[in-house]
């Protein structure tokens, strides 16, 4: 993602590569504190719903983008997106150790999609242009919608006897 985001902010946008620099920055500051904000979320609202606000934040900005993806749109957009995705990550890798909790299979998928994807990325924005790209983005945010929210009922409801607490909501 960061080498698309620089070529982008750099080739297309008109911006020194300084400013690319800053702009990812921005991008991976509000992912961490997005990491934050959904420990918080986690603690009162339960995994699920906390899943549900990340998904949808980085979605609503994502179609954002497919209008508005220029200076300075793009640069707020890209921060919130680390926001949003800040949020979701660390509940996806906690769903993942309930859902396999042998690791392997769920932690390759997830690795190889985030090889494939800056990969196909690239070929989108040179051959399509990034309007087309950020559609293929907010189709991939739907669908993680959709997907989160039909499998988590499928999802075991693990109670902790001595506290009686959900572990996973």
Same mark, same amino acid.
């Given at each position: 993602?960061?080498?698309?985001?620089?070529?982008? @902010? *750099?080739?297309?946008?008109?911006?020194?590569?300084?400013? =690319?620099?800053?702009?990812?920055?921005?991008?991976?500051?509000?992912?961490?504190?997005?990491?934050?904000?959904?420990?918080?979320?986690?603690?009162? $609202?339960?995994?699920?719903?906390?899943?549900?606000?990340?998904?949808?934040?980085?979605?609503?900005?994502?179609?954002?983008? @497919?209008?508005? *993806?220029?200076?300075?749109?793009?640069?707020?957009?890209?921060?919130?997106?680390?926001?949003?995705?800040?949020?979701?990550?660390?509940?996806?890798?906690?769903?993942?150790?309930?859902?396999?909790?042998?690791?392997?299979?769920?932690?390759?998928?997830?690795?190889?999609?985030?090889?494939?994807?800056?990969?196909?990325?690239?070929? $989108?924005?040179?051959? =399509?242009?990034?309007?087309?790209?950020?559609?293929?983005?907010?189709?991939?945010?739907?669908?993680?919608?959709?997907?989160?929210?039909?499998?988590?009922?499928?999802?075991?409801?693990?109670?902790?006897?001595?506290?009686?607490?959900?572990?996973?909501?």
């Amino acid at each position: 993602m960061w080498p698309l985001n620089t070529i982008y @902010v *750099h080739e297309q946008l008109g911006k020194s590569l300084s400013a =690319a620099g800053m702009v990812l920055m921005l991008n991976s500051g509000a992912s961490v504190a997005g990491n934050l904000v959904g420990g918080l979320l986690f603690d009162k $609202i339960g995994g699920f719903k906390s899943m549900m606000i990340g998904i949808v934040a980085t979605m609503a900005v994502l179609v954002g983008l @497919v209008f508005f *993806h220029g200076w300075p749109h793009y640069v707020i957009f890209l921060t919130i997106i680390g926001m949003g995705s800040g949020i979701v990550f660390p509940i996806a890798a906690a769903y993942a150790g309930v859902i396999w909790p042998e690791g392997g299979f769920v932690n390759s998928t997830a690795m190889a999609g985030r090889t494939i994807g800056p990969v196909l990325g690239g070929l $989108i924005a040179d051959y =399509a242009g990034m309007k087309p790209l950020f559609a293929v983005l907010v189709f991939f945010s739907v669908l993680s919608l959709v997907t989160t929210f039909f499998y988590d009922w499928n999802l075991p409801k693990k109670q902790n006897k001595e506290k009686q607490t959900v572990i996973v909501e």
